[in-house]
């Protein structure tokens, strides 16, 4: 059905005359006629009769028009859906307890009246492919891997290194340390279970453990860090990297009253150098979205800068 049709006639039975809903929609009478005409013809009823101030609607007019008004709404909340503007800003996060996601909690403080969608998506072609079709308007990757450049439409802004530390049990030979090297780190056993290869994380720490002789174990189902933080602190032969910002509730040098109770977790600074995990932010180049715009200018004024001086991040990361 033709929503011009619709929307003519609902011109039409409001004004009672064809010559006012022809000035309401800018078309000439004669247009208004042919197209109240033509929905006539498409539902096979009469829709008005003549009268003499004008025009009044049939039984069957009467009864189409709420119906009529109807399809009027529900076509305006469907384009206004996908309407820049009008949508929310749908921006992948990767996943609920990393940087990117405190850095969006941070741009919904700062910006409340700016709706949101946040969603997770896992790997790095998925999220792009994502943004070119307009699933989504942005995503948070440390871009780009090795031998995968993006594609030559999607943008990118290094917005934030996040540093790495040490997390560890309470009986874990470095527990007590007030930081630690990466030279000190080499013999200890670090497990990540959430390294997935193929992904830009898997490459970050492959070029960590190579550039630093570590020992990084992937073994194991992933469970997530629930469980990933109960093994280590429950286990002193095992510690393992956190981002900075990933577990915010858990402040340096551990205390049993905070987040997971009773854990006795240690948080350490790894330095010397210090490696730091690059975030950036993607985006297609032609997404008109006002709201992306806000985001980029939100995350420059905000967010850490990168590549400092006693840091370390692989070479195929984006210097920008």
Do not use: C
Request: no cysteine; charged share 20%; hydrophobic share 45%.
């Amino acid at each position: 059905m033709d929503l011009d049709t619709v929307r003519t006639f609902v011109a039409a039975a409001d004004a009672g005359q064809f010559q006012e809903a022809a000035a309401e929609l800018a078309v000439t009478q004669q247009a208004v006629s042919k197209r109240i005409a033509a929905l006539e013809r498409n539902l096979g009823v009469r829709l008005f009769t003549r009268t003499a101030r004008g025009v009044g609607l049939t039984i069957d007019g009467q009864a189409f028009l709420p119906h009529a008004r109807e399809l009027l709404r529900v076509a305006e909340r469907a384009a206004a859906s996908v309407r820049t503007g009008r949508r929310p800003l749908r921006v992948d996060v990767i996943a609920s307890r990393v940087a990117a996601s405190g850095l969006m909690r941070g741009f919904h403080r700062a910006h409340p009246e700016i709706e949101l969608d946040v969603v997770m998506l896992f790997d790095v072609e998925t999220a792009v492919a994502a943004i070119r079709s307009g699933a989504i308007d942005a995503s948070f990757r440390a871009v780009a891997a090795p031998g995968r450049p993006l594609p030559e439409d999607i943008e990118s802004v290094r917005v934030l290194d996040e540093p790495l530390q040490l997390l560890t049990g309470p009986a874990h030979a470095l527990a007590g340390a007030r930081s630690v090297t990466l030279a000190q780190l080499v013999g200890h056993r670090i497990w990540m279970p959430g390294i997935v290869p193929g992904t830009e994380w898997a490459a970050y720490y492959d070029d960590l453990v190579a550039e630093f002789g570590l020992t990084i174990e992937a073994t194991g189902p992933n469970f997530g860090s629930d469980a990933l933080i109960d093994t280590v602190a429950d286990t002193p032969a095992l510690a393992t990297f956190m981002g900075e910002r990933t577990l915010p509730q858990l402040p340096l040098g551990g205390a049993a009253d905070v987040w997971p109770a009773g854990h006795g977790l240690r948080r350490i600074p790894v330095t010397d150098p210090t490696p730091v995990y690059p975030h950036s932010l993607l985006w297609h180049r032609d997404n008109p979205h006002p709201a992306l715009a806000t985001l980029r200018s939100h995350l420059a004024a905000t967010a850490a800068g990168h590549d400092a001086a006693g840091t370390w991040a692989p070479d195929w990361v984006i210097p920008r």
